[in-house]
């Protein structure tokens, strides 16, 4: 079967580093995406990944290993703001998303 | 970037009845349009995938003849819940893309609450 995992919840001080991990085991792989979910909102699109290695975006960069199946979104300068929930999502063979359950990221003063 | 509106963003409405909910790509022409369903604290749940001018392809233990959506237009996608229940209160978002490649853009949800 298909699986997305990643961390239920994280907590980070204001000001550090934090980085959110996801594993996965999917049909097929056409890409790896970031995606922000404040509560009550719909997700917003941070980062895609399908070569391996670091693409960096201002505060936020995320990682991809194709070989371990496994990727990482880093963020730093955390913000008050950055609270919220981080979805890792692949894209399968067939081009359809498959979704991880989102970590919970509770940034603390 | 890409935009995309869904209306009503809530509405709330009595147990029996239907509620029709739109999805449209405003500056781009969306091939494949996604709906889902999120409950509180829960992940997101794709419910079917719509590819313009064909029937939608339903996830398993999604009804098809309860949820119904129609994807007329390469710019517009309707999710209807049909005989609303107060089990179907949930947060549904829509998405969509233009290339099989491109990421989903999403809708800013519709809060559906079933009295």
């Known amino acids: 079967g298909q699986n997305i995992d990643q961390p239920t919840e994280m907590t980070a001080t204001e000001g550090a580093i934090v980085q959110i991990n996801c594993t996965y085991q999917t049909s097929g792989f056409n890409g790896l995406f970031w995606y922000q979910q404040h509560a009550g909102e719909a997700p917003t699109f941070l980062s895609y990944n399908v070569l391996d290695g670091l693409e960096e975006k201002g505060r936020f960069s995320s990682f991809l290993s194709r070989s371990k199946g496994y990727s990482y979104l880093l963020l730093k300068e955390l913000q008050m703001k950055d609270s919220a929930s981080y979805l890792c999502a692949v894209m399968d063979s067939n081009y359809q998303l498959i979704w991880g359950a989102g970590t919970k990221l509770i940034i603390k003063p | 970037g890409a935009v995309v509106s869904q209306h009503p963003s809530r509405v709330i409405c009595k147990s029996g009845t239907s509620v029709k909910i739109e999805c449209r790509s405003l500056?781009?022409?969306?091939?494949?349009m996604f709906w889902y369903r999120q409950f509180p604290k829960q992940s997101l749940m794709l419910m079917a995938t719509s590819n313009e001018g064909s029937k939608a392809t339903y996830e398993q233990g999604v009804e098809k003849d309860k949820f119904l959506i129609n994807h007329a237009s390469l710019t517009l996608s309707t999710l209807t819940v049909t005989s609303a229940h107060p089990e179907d209160s949930s947060f549904y978002i829509c998405?969509?893309?233009?290339?099989?490649?491109?990421?989903?853009?999403f809708g800013p949800g519709t809060r559906l609450t079933v009295l």
């Open positions: 500056d781009f022409q969306a091939t494949t």
């Open positions: 998405s969509a893309r233009y290339f099989e490649r491109e990421e989903q853009f």
